[in-house]
């Protein structure tokens, strides 16, 4: 038998256990390099892919509970860190099997793969990219009530990609990690109570003073609204056809049903005292100024 690999330690080991196992040289030898080769990748990637499983899972895992991150965010990470290691065990092995010039080949073939890919996927390997952000920074987290934009809602699901925000009109929306960590993002809850915000537009000729007092007695006699942090009322703004009078609550347990019904109900009462009281919500209207001219025109027959 004959060839550059053969000549090594491990080639004349693997050649000698061929001609044990019976077979014959004249058989194995056009192909010794070959098979030598392959046995040389086989054990090495057997070897590296044993140590990934025994040392390094276990090392990342043991780093990943140190951060404290849930179950979503560590089943995205683990499998990425895995791929990484298994890539760089494939190459570890090449090179060991002594396929160096296949091994130039496939990283000059990658490399161009990769550019191409890189121009063809750039949304999504912008939205990879702030996955990975979400994950490591944690603005927020599956379960939490976020606000972006225009749109608001609780998390349901984190990944790499996408995350999966379900809307208090019970709506599933699929957004884009980019559009998430590129905007500001609210976060109104505080541990185990959240924090809600609703403007009662009052009319310009209505006693302030009593209607922010309605708005807390409300808010107060409510069962499902917390005294402490007690509700507040705060003049937000002066609109067109109305005083827009803002007030904060907070609720202990903020999910989507609660927060829909207690909303609800406390809108309902502070409107039904506005009514009892003479307080007026106005809704917008318009005043339209200027002459209307009648072009003259050929009169229809009666």
């Known amino acids: 038998m004959s060839g550059g690999l053969l000549?090594?330690?491990?080639?004349?080991?693997?050649?000698?256990?061929?001609e044990t196992v019976g077979v014959p040289p004249e058989l194995a030898g056009p192909f010794g390099d070959t098979i030598v080769g392959v046995s040389l990748f086989g054990i090495a990637f057997i070897l590296l892919y044993v140590v990934g499983k025994r040392f390094i899972l276990p090392l990342l895992n043991r780093v990943l509970n140190a951060r404290d991150?849930?179950?979503?965010?560590?089943?995205?990470?683990?499998?990425?860190?895995?791929?990484?290691y298994l890539f760089v065990g494939i190459t570890i092995a090449f090179g060991v099997a002594g396929y160096d010039d296949f091994l130039r080949s496939l990283a000059t073939i990658a490399a161009a793969a990769t550019l191409a890919i890189g121009f063809a996927m750039q949304d999504v390997l912008k939205n990879f990219v702030a996955g990975i952000f979400i994950?490591?920074?944690r603005p927020f987290k599956i379960g939490d009530w976020?606000?972006?934009?225009?749109?608001?809602?609780?998390?349901?699901?984190?990944?790499?990609?996408v995350t999966r925000v379900r809307t208090f009109d019970n709506e599933l929306l699929t957004v884009p990690n980019s559009q998430l960590t590129d905007?500001?993002?609210?976060?109104?809850?505080?541990?185990?109570?959240?924090?809600?915000?609703?403007?009662?537009g009052i009319g310009y000729d209505d006693d302030i003073d009593a209607a922010t007092d309605i708005i807390l007695e409300e808010a107060r006699a409510h069962d499902g609204i917390m005294d402490a942090p007690e509700p507040s009322v705060r003049l937000t703004e002066l609109g067109d056809s109305d005083v827009g009078l803002q007030s904060r609550i907070w609720i202990a347990s903020p999910?989507?049903?609660d927060f829909v019904k207690i909303?609800?109900?406390?809108?309902?009462?502070?409107?039904?005292?506005?009514?009892?009281?003479?307080?007026?919500?106005?809704?917008?209207?318009?005043?339209?100024?200027?002459?209307?001219e009648v072009a003259d025109g050929p009169v229809a027959e009666q």
Do not use: C, M
């Open 7 to 18: 000549q090594t330690g491990a080639g004349r080991f693997i050649a000698d256990t061929l």
């Open 69 to 84: 991150l849930d179950r979503h965010a560590k089943t995205p990470i683990r499998k990425l860190v895995w791929l990484v």
């Open 135 to 137: 994950f490591t920074e």
């Open 146 to 161: 976020i606000e972006w934009d225009d749109n608001t809602g609780v998390v349901e699901d984190i990944s790499l990609r």
């Open 183 to 200: 905007n500001v993002v609210k976060n109104p809850v505080d541990a185990d109570k959240l924090r809600l915000k609703f403007v009662f």
């Open 255 to 257: 999910s989507r049903a």
């Open 263 to 292: 909303r609800g109900e406390y809108v309902k009462r502070v409107k039904e005292r506005f009514d009892e009281e003479g307080i007026d919500i106005p809704y917008p209207h318009r005043t339209l100024t200027g002459g209307i």
